[in-house]
Each structure stands twice: as structure tokens, then as C-alpha cells.
């Protein structure tokens, strides 16, 4: 197998003598070919033919003859999907996850029908819908089979596949500059992955450490621990006026959202200036918003264009047998979370979240046809040679938001990650330019049950009964996960939501309320501007005292006429534009850099009029949002603020700690540049030690 020596630390792309290579001389890198070896094609092909004997077993109307005829049906169907899905995969089709699915699945039970004409008796099916069913049979005894056989980490065939596609749609980049690939495990914090690489839920990470090619470090969030700022940041190099998941804009009236497709448009185009990450050809998948990039599949700021025919997918539909075993996967997911949820349930585990009703199938878009998805396209884009990838994978974040930061079924979806991240790692010697992996995450969470529960009513419902007159709107509920799963399915069938834009429209209430994790923005909606400490007083004399004085709230944030920003507590005041602080400190719970988050936030023109952050504990470390999620992300106080990069030892960091997303942004930003541009090759060195930020 042919491929570049690569030596300890070294960055790919540079030569044995410490200088890259220059323009006219012959390469260094040259992909290698992916081998399919006799052994592993002989093992496949049995296996094959042990799940298609057992499927048709299984189905009405369907039957072999015997193990032999199983092993000539499964010879013919093996010819089939290498033939037939890629033609559909290259088919230029408007809305082309949803229809390449739907033609995909058809055609992989009209190959069963097609083995039975050609067999001649060795496979027999009588109808088509016999034939799905066989088809989707034989995905999950194969899927068996494979784990029981350990072939299931064996991507031979599936990168040759992608290898043939990125050649046939136009010469791959060829170079030996490094491109980058970044991997974004949404809602992960530093300490959990720490405890998981320990106890072996994320072993190829693990690994990495271990052998020293990767180090780790910390970096801090802003205010807004959400992934619509930290993206912001970190794609855009700015996340201003981003004050929470959702806010108001009070001088139209206008509810802003990070998951809605209309506003991470907006977003975007507020904060776009050139500098984005992915500028100059990189890729977006499955992102917020597209860091100014090419080449994207779900992503949600430019969602649009997913209306048209759009060949990222054609990676994943080239293979019929990725269809089938998406929905096969789907399902059993479907069953995890009933199980989990059960067991949560008859043990009384707490804090414990609501599970039911279409949870269980937002879990698994995200868990396995999102995640399968995305994972073909960051693979499709290495083999095209693209120079820098970001992906965010939000399967984790999704099962902590409602399990729990640690338990069982939430590290098993972080443990199935890590399972795709050694793909990846893998693909790198078969791609068209070597690659570097940096993983990363947008922020943590924070667990505890939520206010509701602690109190039996919600923040709105005590802005409400504090109010001298007045009625409260209350936005709030779900996470953006389950946002995400419905901008997928409105980028699959081409329907983007702008009909329900008027929804966004609070212009005429009298009070907002939203929830943001345990950020809570109260809007009073009278006045087009944001009103004083003083003004709130007049108008509502009970309601910071309410508020302020309530135990599950930590902090208030407003602006005095007389003193400026002010953090509020129980029992003392901090004034923020003077490091002042009268009786008890608000902010000392949380990292110290709480004050200077507080005082940016103050600054931004849609903060809202009271900004209300909930107690944290960190002797149990616990908090509690204000909406029904017992893991929870959005203001400050726990490992929420404490995400992480994992990136390649050689790679310069900076002495003093990363805080806000911004300055990630200009760390990876210099990273690429380092990379793409052939700058002056970085020696060797020692992994250097975990970078903290001072708490």
C-alpha cells in the first residue's frame, strides 16, 4: 500500500529535510490506493451470504434455496449496488438528500428482484415490497454479523467508492500542502471527555494523546455557551450582538433564533467580512452557519440552495447499502431511547428529562442519518483534496440535553463518534492531500434539574406574578438539535419555514420571556429601547426584588442611569464598569472572567432589559436552566464554559488562555494558514502540557 513515510510531529507536507516542497517539483504526496484483500473480500462475501439466507428466511415471499444460493444471490446483489446506485448518486436531483434516499431505497429492492430473474431459483422474492423487506432484513442481520465478526471498522470498499467518485466529478487538488479537517463534537466539555478517554468511551481520541500527535487545550466561552455564538465566533471570527439562543430585537418587534434559517442568514450576513474560516474553497457540513465556505451540506445559513441538485450527498447514496442500513440503525435507536428512557424511569434516576413523544426519533436522525451523513461528506471532501472541513456532529449534545451528561446512553453516542473519527483518521492516506485533524467543541454543559421542576413554575410564570401589569409570552422549550433535525427535513423536501416567519413577530406583547439554557432575557416590550434599572423599578417595583432574591437565581444583569451595568444578587451588587463589589459577589461561583463576559454583553445592542443567570453550586456542581433540559448550556457556571480542542502536537498556541470564541477563531484561522499557504515548516516538538484557563 503506497503512501507517504510520515515521521513523529512532523506536519504532513513537509519534507524529511524541514521544507516544503515548492511549486514544479514532483510531490510528495501521493494517495494511496485502498486494497481490497482476498481474505477480507472472501469474509465480506460470506457474511453477506449468511445475512441474505437469514433475511429471506425472515420475510414472507422470499427464499434461497440454500447456503450456496445464497452465496451466488449475494455475489449478484454485491455487482448490482456497484453498478446502479452510483449512476443514481450521479444524477443531478433537486432536493437531493430526500429523493437520492427514496430512489436509492427503490433501487435496492429492485436488485433483490433483479438476483431472482438472474439467479435462476438460487434467491426467489415475489413482490417488491417482499423485496424491501429483505433488503432491510439482511441490513440488520448484517449489521449483527459484522459486530460479532469484528469487520465492522473495515472502510476498504466504501473508500475506494469515494476515491472513484471525487475523481469522476473533477480532478482532485493535488498538493502537499496540508489541508485541515475540523471536527466539532457539539455541547462536549473538556473534564467529560477527559473521564471518557479514561474509561474508554473515546479510545481513538485516546490514542492520539497517548502516541503524542495530538495535545490538548481549553478554551473558555462567552456569555452565550450556545452553539449559535461560539459558531459565530469561531466560523466568523465574531459573535456580536448575540446576547442568547433566541432574543428580542425590540425596535421591530422581532424574535431572533440561532436555528432558524431565516436568522443564521442574517447572522451571517451580519458578521460576514471576508475572514471566515472556510473562505477559498473549504467545506460546511452540517453547520449553524457556513463560515463564508464553497462547498455545504445541512447548513442551516444557507439552507436555499439545498433546494437544488447539490452532489455533497453523492458520497452516501452511491452505496445502496448505506440506505439500508441507516434505516436499520434508525430503528434500533429508536428502541435505545425507549429502553434508556424506561430504565430512567422504573430507578427513578434524577435529575431525570422528558422523554416521549417524537424525542425518540429526533435522537435518531441525529445519532445516525444526520451523523452517517456528514461523516460522508467530510470523507468525499478529503478525497476531492478541499483545504479546510468543518463539521459539527450534535449527536452527543442531543442525548446529554435530555439523559444526562454521563450516563450510559449519552457516552454510548460519544463512544459511536469516536468510532467515526478513526474512519477519518484512516481516510487520511487515501485522500487527495494530507490531512490534519483538529476536534473540537463549541462549548459544555452544566447538569440539574431544571426550575420548573425545583420550583413547580417557570421563570415567565415568576416574571409574570411580579409584574404590576402586564401579561408575559414565554418562548422557550427544545433545544436547537431538534431545531437542526427540522431544518434538515426542510432542506430535504425544500421547505425552509419562511412562511412561518411572521411567528417571529412579538411587536405586539407586552412581556417576552425566553429560556437559553440557564440564561433567562426579559424583554419588556413598552418602550423600543432597553430600559434602565431605574424605569424597571418605577414600573415594576417588585419584580427585580422577585428576582433577584429568588435561590435558583444566581445573577441579574441590567444597566443603572447611575451606575451603568450592574450584576445583581440575593445579597450584594456587583458594578461591573468600576470592579467594584458592595456585600456578597454575584459572580464568585463562576470563572472569574464572569465580570469581563458580563460587561461585553451589557454592550450589545438587542441585550435584553433584564438578563437573568441561574445559581451554580460547585460543590455539587449543579445549576438549573429555564427550560426542560436537566443538561443544559447557554449562560455560565459549570463545565458549560469549558470546551476544548484536541489538535495536532506541532501546532503553536498561545501563552495566554483562549476565552471567548473569537479567539479561537483567529487560532485556527493562523492554523490553516500555516498549512495551506506552505508557510515555513514548524519543528518537531514535545506535546505540550493541558492549557487551562485560570478558574
Not at 462536549?188 to 490538548?216: C, E, F, I, K, Y
Amino acid at each position: 500500500m503506497s503512501g507517504p513515510v510520515r515521521s513523529h510531529n512532523r506536519p504532513l507536507g513537509v519534507t524529511s529535510t524541514g521544507t516544503r516542497s515548492q511549486y514544479g517539483e514532483t510531490p510528495v504526496w501521493a494517495p494511496a490506493r485502498p486494497r481490497i484483500h482476498p481474505v477480507g473480500l472472501l469474509g465480506a462475501w460470506l457474511l453477506s451470504a449468511g445475512a441474505l439466507l437469514i433475511a429471506a428466511w425472515i420475510v414472507p415471499g422470499a427464499s434461497t434455496r440454500n447456503f450456496s444460493g445464497a452465496l451466488v444471490a449475494a455475489l449478484v446483489i454485491a455487482i448490482l449496488n456497484a453498478l446502479l446506485p452510483p449512476l443514481v448518486a450521479a444524477l443531478r436531483l433537486p432536493l437531493t438528500l430526500l429523493v437520492g434516499f427514496l430512489l436509492v431505497l427503490v433501487v435496492d429492492a429492485l436488485m433483490l428482484l433483479a438476483a431472482d430473474n438472474i439467479t435462476n431459483g438460487d434467491l426467489t422474492v415475489d413482490s417488491f415490497w417482499s423485496a424491501l423487506g429483505v433488503a432491510l432484513a439482511a441490513a440488520a442481520v448484517g449489521v449483527v454479523l459484522d459486530v460479532l465478526a469484528g469487520s465492522n471498522d473495515d472502510d476498504t470498499y466504501t473508500f475506494r467508492v469515494i476515491q472513484r467518485i471525487a475523481r469522476r466529478e473533477g480532478k482532485p487538488v493535488s498538493t502537499d500542502a496540508p489541508g485541515i479537517v475540523f471536527l466539532e463534537i457539539d455541547g462536549l466539555a473538556l473534564p467529560v471527555l477527559q473521564r471518557a478517554m479514561r474509561d474508554g468511551s473515546a479510545p481513538n481520541m485516546a490514542s492520539w494523546l497517548t502516541d503524542g500527535s495530538h495535545a490538548l487545550a481549553e478554551w473558555e466561552t462567552d456569555l452565550s455557551s450556545q452553539t449559535g455564538a461560539s459558531q459565530a465566533g469561531i466560523l466568523l471570527g465574531s459573535n456580536e450582538d448575540i446576547p442568547a439562543f433566541r432574543w428580542v430585537e425590540k425596535e421591530t418587534g422581532t424574535l431572533m433564533t440561532c436555528s432558524a434559517p431565516p436568522d443564521c442568514a442574517e447572522i451571517e450576513r451580519r458578521h460576514s467580512s471576508g475572514r471566515g474560516l472556510l473562505t477559498e474553497g473549504g467545506a460546511s457540513r452540517g453547520n449553524l452557519l457556513s463560515g463564508e465556505a464553497d462547498h455545504m451540506i445541512l447548513t442551516v445559513s444557507r439552507i436555499d440552495a439545498e433546494k437544488h441538485a447539490n452532489p455533497g450527498y453523492r458520497a452516501f447514496l452511491a452505496n445502496g447499502f448505506n440506505v439500508m442500513r441507516a434505516l436499520v440503525l434508525f430503528g434500533w435507536e429508536v428502541v435505545l431511547e425507549w429502553t434508556a428512557a424506561s430504565r430512567a424511569k422504573r430507578r427513578d434516576v434524577r435529575p431525570r428529562g422528558r422523554r416521549g413523544g417524537k424525542y425518540p426519533f429526533l435522537r435518531a436522525a441525529l445519532c445516525v442519518v444526520v451523523r452517517d451523513v456528514i461523516v460522508y461528506g467530510v470523507l468525499s471532501d478529503m478525497m476531492k483534496g478541499r483545504p479546510a472541513i468543518y463539521a459539527t456532529f450534535s449527536s452527543y449534545d442531543e442525548v446529554a440535553h435530555h439523559s444526562g451528561l454521563e450516563r450510559a446512553d449519552t457516552l454510548e453516542a460519544l463512544r459511536k463518534l469516536d468510532q467515526h473519527f478513526g474512519r477519518i483518521e484512516r481516510a487520511k492516506e487515501y485522500a487527495a492531500r494530507p490531512y490534519e485533524i483538529v476536534v473540537l467543541s463549541d462549548h459544555g454543559q452544566t447538569q440539574g434539574a431544571t426550575f420548573k421542576q425545583r420550583n413547580g413554575y417557570g421563570l415567565d410564570e415568576l416574571v409574570e406574578r411580579s409584574l404590576e401589569s402586564g401579561t408575559v409570552t414565554h418562548v422557550g422549550g427544545g433545544d436547537e438539535n431538534q431545531s437542526n433535525v427540522g431544518n434538515a427535513l426542510g432542506e430535504a423536501t425544500g421547505s425552509t419555514g419562511k412562511k412561518k416567519r411572521l411567528k417571529n413577530d412579538v411587536s405586539d406583547q407586552e412581556v417576552v420571556v425566553l429560556g437559553s439554557g440557564n440564561l433567562g432575557l426579559v424583554y419588556l416590550m413598552n418602550e423600543r429601547r432597553r430600559l434602565t434599572l431605574e424605569e424597571i423599578n418605577e414600573r415594576h417595583p417588585r419584580l427585580v426584588p422577585a428576582l433577584r432574591g429568588h435561590p435558583d437565581v444566581g445573577w441579574l444583569l441590567v444597566r443603572s442611569e447611575r451606575d451603568g451595568p450592574v450584576a445583581l444578587g440575593a445579597h450584594g451588587t456587583h458594578y461591573l464598569a468600576e470592579a467594584r463589589v458592595d456585600g456578597e459577589d454575584p459572580l464568585a461561583p463562576f470563572s472569574p472572567n464572569a465580570p469581563r463576559h458580563l460587561l461585553r454583553t451589557d454592550g450589545f445592542e438587542h441585550v435584553a432589559d433584564l438578563m437573568v443567570g441561574s445559581f451554580y453550586d460547585p460543590v455539587l456542581d449543579e445549576g438549573c436552566a429555564f427550560e426542560e433540559l436537566i443538561s443544559f448550556h447557554g449562560g455560565i457556571g459549570g463545565a458549560q464554559t469549558r470546551p476544548f480542542l484536541l489538535a495536532p502536537a506541532y501546532l503553536p498556541l498561545p501563552d495566554e488562555p483562549i476565552v471567548g470564541a473569537a479567539a479561537v477563531h483567529t487560532v485556527l484561522s493562523g492554523w490553516r494558514r500555516e498549512l495551506n499557504e506552505g508557510a515555513a515548516a514548524v519543528e518537531p516538538q514535545e506535546a505540550r502540557p493541558l492549557e487551562t484557563t485560570a478558574r
